[in-house]
């Protein structure tokens, strides 16, 4: 059977445009150029140069060659590996594995990175605190997110976003670790992945959720009328289409709102992996569909977990936590409110504060393994 290839754009359309700007010229000429100007600055807001991932893996390459910066190299007590994995759509997802070099590992953390966020960069060298004493730690991209296949942070399914974790997490931890307590662990939107790997899989021993998103905080949510208008032009969950990939989603800046140091913030958004735009229609779609799911489903949550909030968290809100900790079916469960701390717990806070964090992880995870 042939294959059929098609372009971009259909000659109708093309030809449609051509009428339109004919009749703009017609009814008064300046009209054309006011709307070239709008449309550069639509398209220069829309397409950046790191919306596709050879773009985002090619500063990483250029990076490595010029020398990482000190804080990110690996210390000859981590033996960090990286590779790709493919899903099961065909796409390419950068993953990692960081294990202690010189003592065998007594249990695993699969880490799941947050909205917009990347597991390499900042967060790979903040969670070796963990592998230094002792724990593996597992992580793969999502798609769209830093060097892994698709558009940058953009999605058509959280669903399949938190198959694809599942699937990567199991294929490793039975290739690598098996027999060793395996957790999930996330933040934010990695909080709400890990909450639903820790459901599907029946390897995970318990979960650590930071800052998890159980429910969109109401300062971040559009208006009503807004969610139902996006919902007409995007579609149901899981799909996406052309319209769905627009940067467009009115929301409040999850960066600004997220680190309570300036220079946390500077240097986390400091790759070609950053996305400082709006969300995009797909993705606040999905964000929104999982958050009422999660939500919906608190009660149901049997696995051992610990939860850690900030109590000054703007992004996503300490009240759910507190609500997962008292609704929660299981029996094993601790939650960490933190006085005064923000949304990015484990960098973008001061150093004594992260320290703080992952004290607690630590210790968490030390009386199950």
């Not at 999605?155 to 395996?182: C, H, I, Q, W």
């Not at 149901?300 to 939860?307: E, G, Q, R, T």
């Amino acid at each position: 059977m042939g294959v059929s290839i098609k372009p971009t754009f259909s000659g109708s359309s093309i030809l449609t445009a051509g009428f339109i700007l004919f009749g703009l010229a017609t009814i008064w000429p300046p009209l054309i150029l006011i709307c070239a100007f709008l449309t550069s600055k639509f398209l220069s807001y829309t397409n950046l140069s790191n919306d596709e991932a050879p773009a985002r893996r090619r500063w990483w390459a250029s990076l490595k060659s010029s020398g990482l910066p000190p804080w990110l190299a690996v210390p000859p007590s981590v033996d960090h590996r990286e590779s790709y994995w493919v899903n099961s759509r065909g796409m390419c997802l950068f993953s990692y594995v960081s294990r202690p070099a010189l003592v065998p590992a007594k249990g695993v953390l699969m880490y799941c990175h947050g909205y917009a966020d990347q597991a390499s960069w900042v967060k790979a060298a903040e969670y070796r605190r963990l592998v230094r004493e002792g724990y593996a730690v597992m992580a793969v991209e999502y798609e769209g997110h830093g060097r892994s296949d698709g558009t940058l942070v953009g999605f058509g399914s959280f669903e399949r976003l938190a198959e694809d974790v599942r699937e990567y997490m199991e294929e490793t931890y039975k290739a690598n670790f098996s027999g060793l307590p395996l957790f999930v662990g996330g933040e934010s939107m990695g909080g709400a992945v890990a909450y639903t790997v820790a459901r599907s899989s029946s390897l995970v021993s318990g979960a650590v959720l930071i800052c998890p998103m159980c429910a969109i905080h109401e300062n971040l949510k559009p208006p009503q009328f807004v969610i139902d208008l996006l919902y007409k032009l995007v579609g149901p969950p899981g799909t996406i289409n052309a319209v769905g990939l627009l940067p467009l989603a009115p929301s409040k800046s999850v960066g600004d709102n997220s680190f309570k140091l300036t220079e946390k913030k500077d240097l986390s958004e400091s790759t070609m992996s950053r996305y400082t735009r709006m969300p995009r229609l797909c993705v606040a779609r999905e964000l929104l569909d999982a958050a009422g799911s999660i939500s919906g489903s608190l009660s149901d949550f049997d696995k051992p977990f610990i939860v850690l909030h900030g109590e000054a968290d703007k992004v996503t809100d300490p009240d759910l936590s507190r609500q997962l900790y008292d609704s929660a079916a299981s029996k094993d469960k601790t939650i960490k409110l933190y006085e005064g701390m923000w949304h990015t717990l484990t960098s973008g806070e001061p150093e004594e504060n992260i320290e703080r964090v992952f004290e607690d992880i630590r210790e968490w995870l030390e009386e199950r393994c």
